[in-house]
C-alpha cells in the first residue's frame, strides 16, 4: 500500500510554505498566456491607443480577409496541420501495436529519445538537406539511377501542397505520441487485456483497436491535442519546409507582425485570433470523432469479428517506422556531413574535400548565440525543476492529485503560441522588459514548466512512501528525507526531466524570437533565419550545433545516474 | 520504557476503523495487535508514529514513559517502526543505511564506524559494510533493517507483519532474533500481525481488532 508520508500532521496552525506551490506554478505559466491572448485580442478588435486604434470595430479582421493569400494560407494549414495530426497518430498507434514484437520495441525505445530531444528547426533543416532537389537522397542516385547532372527542377521541399512540412512534422510527433501511448501502454494493464482478447480469439489488430486503445487514449487525447494545435500553429518548421506562396496562416501572421508599417499589428493579431479559433474549431472535431470512433468501436466489439493475424499490417507499420526513422537519422546525419563539407559539387554522394574550415569560421559567429541558447534553457529547466519539485511534494503532504487543475498545464501547448506571444511581447514593453534575460526566460519557461511537470510527475508518484516513512521515523527530519532520501532516490527522472525541459527550451523559436524583442540571437533563431539562403555549411554547422545541446544534455542524463547507480542493484529496478 | 496508547480511535471518513482503544505495553514486552487486512491494524502504528495517511483522521494520546508525543513530528518520536519488507535505501551502501539511522547524538567519524561494526557483527553480517543492499539475501536485508532501526536507539519498537515476506525457517530465526534483541534493550514492542505463529513466539498479550467493523 502506497501512503503519503505526512511530516508536518499534528502541527496545527503552522501552514506548510509547500502550500502555495501549485499556485505559483500556475500563475507563472499562466499570466503570461492570459495577459498575452488580452493583448492580442483588443488589437484584433481595433483597440490599441498606442498605435492610434481608440475604436473598437471589426476593421482589422475586414483588413486580414481582405488580403489575397488569407484563403490560400488557411486551405494550407489545414491541409498540413490535420495531415501531420492525422497520420502522427495513426502511424504512432500503429507502431505501438507492433511494438508487441521485442525487437521493434527495442528499436522504437533507441530511437524515440534522441529524435525527441532534436529540435524541430535543426530536423527541418536536416530533412531539407535531404529531400531537396539537389538533397543527398538526389546526389547519391544521381546520375546512375536517375540521369540527372543537374538538380531536377521540381519543388520537393516548401511545395505548394506542403507535403514536405506534413513530414516534416510527422517524424517529430510520432516519436512524441509513441512514446506517449507506450507510457499509457504500462499504465493501463494493457497487456494483459492483450493477451485476454488474444485467447478469445482475436488478432492483434483487432484486439488493439477494440480493448487497448479505448484504454490508453485518456491518457493520450491531450497529447495528441497538443500535437494538433502545434501542426496548426507551427512557424519554425513551416518557415523551412512549407509552401511559401501562399504559406501557412501562421507564417503569414508572422510577416505580418513582422512588416514595419506598424498598421499591420492590427490585422495581425485579427488573424491571430483567426488562427487560435482554428485551432478551437479543429480540438472540437478531434472530440467530435473521438466520440464517433468510439460508438464505431463499440458496435465492431459485438460484431464478435475476430479480425486476421495482421502480419501485412505488421510489415507496412514496420516498414513506415523504419522510413521515418532513416530519415530522422538521415537528417543529422547530412547535417554533419554539410558542415565537415569543403567541396560537395551535384550529383557526388558525398564531399569530395572535408574540412574543418565551415566550423574555424563560424565559431565566433555562433558562440553569442550558443551561450544565450544555452542560459535560456538552463535557467528556464531550473526554474522549472523549483516550481514543480514543491508541487509534488505538496501533493504527497496532502495526498491529493488534483487531476483537473494538471489539465492547466495543457493550456499553454494548445493556444497557439503565436496568438498570445505577440501579445505577452507587448506586456513586457509596457513593463520594460522586453529583450531582457527576465521575459526571455520566462516566456520559455511557459513552455518548459508542463513538460518538465509531465515527466516527473509519474516517477515521483511512484517512489515507495513506506521508504520515506522509515526515514522519518529513524529520525530523520522532513528536510532531511528529501535530501537524503527522495532526491537520490528520483535523481534519474530529475535529470531525465531537466533533459526534457532544456530539449524544449532549445528548440523554441517563437518565444525567443517575441521575447528577445527581435534582438536576442540563439542558435534556433540563427538557424531559421539562415536556412532562408545562406550557405548550406553555414546553416548546417549551425542547425547541428543546436542540436548537439539537447542530444549532449540527453545522454549525460541517462548516462550520469547509471554511472552513480554502477554499484547499486536496487536503483536500476526502479 | 512503556509504551502507552490512550483512547485510540481512527477513521476512515466515515467508518470507525479503531474505537477507543487503548494499549500499554511495559519495557521488553511483546504485545501482539491480531485482526483481518483492512481491520486498521497498520492504521494504527502508523498513527502512532505520526505518519497517518491522508484520508484517515485520528484522535488520542501516544506516550512513552509518560512523555506525550501526540504533538510530536515523526522524526521526534523515537518510535522505531519495521515493516513487512526491508526497505532498507538502495542507493545507500549497508554500511550507509546503518549510518543513516545511527542516532545523530553519537559523534566523532571513529564512534560512529564502530556503532555501524558492532551493529553488523550482531546481526552476523560483519564486514559487509560497504555492500549494496540489492546482493543481499532476504534474511540478510531484513537483520540490516532491525540494526538500523535499534541503531536509531528507539524508545519502542512497532513491527508492521514483518515476518511475512520470509520463508518459513527463516521466519523463526528472524522472530526470535528480534524479540531477543528488544529484550535485551527492554524496548517495549507493539506487533501487527495476522500470524497466528507470531503470536505464539511472543509469549505476550493479544488484542482483537476489527471483528465487528469489518465486513468479512
Not at chain 1, 43 to 56: K, N, Q
Not at chain 1, 143 to 165: E, F, K, S
Request: glycine share 10%.
Amino acid at each position: 500500500m502506497r501512503w503519503p508520508l505526512q511530516s508536518n500532521i499534528a502541527l496545527p496552525g503552522r501552514p506548510s510554505p509547500l502550500a502555495a506551490a501549485p499556485a505559483l506554478l500556475v500563475a507563472a505559466m499562466l499570466l503570461p498566456v492570459a495577459a498575452g491572448l488580452a493583448a492580442t485580442l483588443a488589437p484584433a478588435f481595433g483597440w490599441f491607443p498606442a498605435l492610434g486604434g481608440g475604436v473598437v470595430s471589426l476593421r482589422p479582421f475586414a483588413d486580414f480577409f481582405a488580403l489575397p493569400e488569407v484563403p490560400g494560407a488557411i486551405a494550407a494549414t489545414l491541409r498540413t496541420g490535420l495531415a501531420a495530426t492525422a497520420l502522427s497518430l495513426v502511424i504512432a498507434v500503429a507502431l505501438a501495436v507492433v511494438a508487441r514484437h521485442g525487437a521493434v520495441r527495442r528499436a522504437a525505445d533507441a530511437i524515440v529519445a534522441p529524435l525527441l530531444a532534436t529540435p524541430h528547426a535543426a530536423l527541418a533543416i536536416g530533412l531539407g538537406f535531404l529531400l531537396a532537389p539537389s538533397g543527398w537522397i538526389v546526389r547519391a542516385l544521381s546520375p546512375g539511377l536517375t540521369g540527372w547532372h543537374v538538380p531536377p527542377d521540381i519543388a520537393t521541399v516548401q511545395d505548394p501542397l506542403g507535403a514536405a512540412l506534413v513530414l516534416g512534422l510527422c517524424v517529430k510527433e510520432v516519436p512524441y505520441l509513441l512514446l506517449m501511448t507506450l507510457a499509457a501502454l504500462a499504465q493501463a494493464d494493457a497487456p494483459a487485456s492483450r493477451v485476454v482478447a488474444a485467447s478469445l480469439g482475436y488478432g492483434p489488430w483487432r484486439a488493439w483497436a477494440l480493448v487497448v486503445l479505448p484504454r490508453v487514449w485518456p491518457q493520450l487525447r491531450l497529447p495528441v491535442a497538443a500535437v494538433l494545435s502545434f501542426s496548426l500553429s507551427v512557424v519554425d518548421v513551416a518557415l523551412i519546409l512549407g509552401p511559401g506562396n501562399p504559406p501557412t496562416l501562421a507564417v503569414l501572421v508572422l510577416r505580418l507582425f513582422n512588416d514595419p508599417d506598424l498598421g499591420r499589428w492590427f490585422p495581425a493579431c485579427a488573424g491571430a485570433v483567426v488562427l487560435a479559433g482554428i485551432v478551437l474549431a479543429a480540438l472540437g472535431l478531434l472530440f467530435a470523432l473521438e466520440r464517433l470512433l468510439a460508438r464505431l468501436g463499440r458496435v465492431l466489439a459485438r460484431s464478435g469479428a475476430r479480425g486476421g493475424d495482421g502480419r501485412g499490417a505488421d510489415g507496412l507499420a514496420g516498414a513506415i517506422g523504419a522510413v521515418l526513422a532513416a530519415l530522422g537519422a538521415g537528417a543529422l546525419a547530412v547535417l554533419v556531413v554539410w558542415s565537415f563539407a569543403g567541396v560537395w559539387r551535384f550529383s557526388d554522394a558525398l564531399p569530395a574535400r572535408w574540412s574543418g574550415a565551415t566550423w574555424q569560421a563560424q565559431a565566433p559567429a555562433l558562440s553569442g548565440p550558443a551561450q544565450a541558447t544555452l542560459f535560456i534553457g538552463l535557467a528556464a529547466t531550473l526554474l522549472a525543476l523549483l516550481l514543480v519539485v514543491p508541487c509534488l511534494e505538496n501533493e504527497r503532504r496532502t495526498g491529493r492529485t488534483p487531476r483537473r487543475a494538471l489539465a492547466l498545464l495543457y493550456v499553454p501547448l494548445l493556444v497557439p503560441q503565436i496568438a498570445f506571444l505577440s501579445g505577452m511581447q507587448q506586456a513586457l514593453l509596457r513593463l520594460h522588459l522586453d529583450g531582457g534575460a527576465v521575459a526571455l526566460v520566462w516566456a520559455h519557461l511557459v513552455f518548459v514548466l508542463p513538460y518538465v511537470f509531465l515527466s516527473l510527475a509519474d516517477p515521483w508518484r511512484a517512489l515507495d512512501e513506506r521508504l520515506l516513512r522509515s526515514a522519518a521515523c529513524l529520525g530523520a527530519s522532513p528536510w532531511r528525507v528529501r535530501l537524503r532520501v527522495t532526491l537520490p532516490l528520483l535523481a534519474r527522472p530529475l535529470l531525465a526531466a531537466a533533459a526534457v525541459g532544456f530539449a524544449v527550451s532549445v528548440g523554441l523559436y517563437l518565444p525567443t524570437l517575441f521575447a528577445g524583442a527581435g534582438r536576442v540571437a540563439s542558435l534556433t533563431t540563427e538557424a531559421v533565419t539562415l536556412a532562408s539562403g545562406a550557405d548550406r555549411r553555414i546553416v548546417a554547422a549551425t542547425a547541428l550545433l543546436q542540436a548537439a545541446f539537447p542530444l549532449v544534455f540527453y545522454a549525460l542524463a541517462v548516462g550520469l545516474p547509471s554511472w552513480r547507480a554502477r554499484h547499486r542493484r536496487g536503483l536500476a529496478l526502479q | 520504557m512503556t509504551l502507552l496508547l490512550e483512547d485510540v480511535t481512527l477513521r476512515a471518513g466515515d467508518r470507525v476503523l479503531v474505537a477507543d482503544l487503548t494499549l500499554r505495553v511495559a519495557p521488553g514486552e511483546v504485545l501482539t495487535v491480531m485482526g483481518p487486512s483492512g481491520a486498521g491494524k497498520s492504521s494504527l502504528l502508523a498513527w502512532a508514529c505520526g505518519t497517518l495517511p491522508p484520508g484517515l483522521t485520528g484522535s488520542g494520546r501516544v506516550a512513552v514513559n509518560g512523555e506525550d508525543l501526540t504533538a510530536l513530528p515523526p522524526h521526534r518520536r523515537r518510535l522505531g517502526i519495521l515493516f513487512q519488507d526491508d526497505l532498507l535505501f538502495p542507493h545507500m551502501s549497508v554500511g550507509g543505511n546503518l549510518a543513516f539511522g545511527l542516532d545523530g547524538a553519537v559523534r566523532g567519524r571513529a564512534a560512529r564506524r564502530a556503532a555501524v561494526a558492532a551493529a553488523l557483527a550482531e546481526a552476523e553480517l560483519p564486514g559487509l559494510q560497504a555492500r549494496d543492499p540489492a546482493t543481499l539475501s532476504g534474511g540478510q536485508r531484513a537483520r540490516v533493517a532491525l540494526m538500523r532501526v535499534l541503531l536509531s536507539r528507539p524508545h519502542a519498537l512497532l513491527l508492521d507483519e514483518p515476518f511475512g515476506r520470509l520463508d518459513t525457517a527463516l521466519r523463526g530465526r528472524m522472530r526470535r532474533f528480534v524479540f531477543d534483541a528488544a529484550r535485551a534493550r527492554g524496548l517495549p514492542v507493539l506487533l501487527v500481525t495476522h500470524d497466528a505463529e507470531d503470536l505464539a513466539a511472543s509469549g505476550g498479550k493479544v488484542v482483537e481488532l476489527g471483528r465487528e467493523n469489518c465486513p468479512a
